[in-house]
């Protein structure tokens, strides 16, 4: 059975898109330290990635039958990393906005993106409570940098260790292939 080898474009757009703003609002939140004058950039690129993911996957249920199966065999060690890797960077692009939309709003403030907005207050201030979501919120931010970390040394496992050059299969403007591939769950 002939499978689609690359992700449908729209994935492939968000999945880039989303790697930039997410690699970029991490070195801007680190940066927090010593420039606060970076905080509402680092606020309202955080609600456009709440964004972003919420629109991801929804997507990602919208094309779910034409995601290319993975290369990893099914129910081998590096397929439940793999899927285990996918879902942790799914829970941490959600749970991240929403630690630091909290945390914005128990120290007393309103969470606007770049002035054109502001979403609602969802919690009381309290600055115990402030701290703790900073707190919640920069943990969740090392363990998705971690992540990030994982997911790229994966693609290059592939590369040098299986000869699998599976990047094509995310750039949005390559040329589609196909290709027999096995069947697997899809990711």
């Avoid at 260790?161 to 094509?168: C, F, Q, R, Y």
Wanted: charged share 15%; with cysteine; glycine share 6%.
């Amino acid at each position: 059975m002939k499978h689609v080898s690359r992700y449908p474009l729209s994935i492939s757009l968000l999945h880039w898109l989303l790697a930039v703003a997410l690699i970029g609002n991490l070195i801007i939140g680190w940066m927090l330290d010593d420039r606060e004058d970076l905080l509402a950039l680092h606020k309202s690129i955080g609600i456009v990635i709440l964004g972003l993911v919420s629109v991801r996957v929804a997507n990602r249920l919208r094309v779910r039958r034409r995601l290319p199966p993975s290369t990893n065999p099914a129910g081998t060690p590096a397929y439940l990393a793999e899927k285990t890797a996918h879902h942790l960077l799914y829970v941490l692009m959600i749970a991240i906005p929403l630690l630091g939309w909290m945390k914005t709003n128990a120290a007393g403030h309103v969470a606007s993106c770049f002035g054109l907005f502001s979403l609602p207050t969802l919690l009381p201030k309290s600055h115990e409570l402030s701290h703790w979501l900073g707190e919640l919120h920069a943990l969740a931010a090392y363990g998705l940098a971690a992540l990030v970390g994982l997911h790229v040394l994966g693609a290059l496992a592939h590369r040098v260790l299986k000869s699998e050059n599976i990047l094509p299969r995310i750039l949005p403007f390559t040329r589609r292939v196909e290709q027999k591939m096995p069947t697997s769950d899809r990711g």
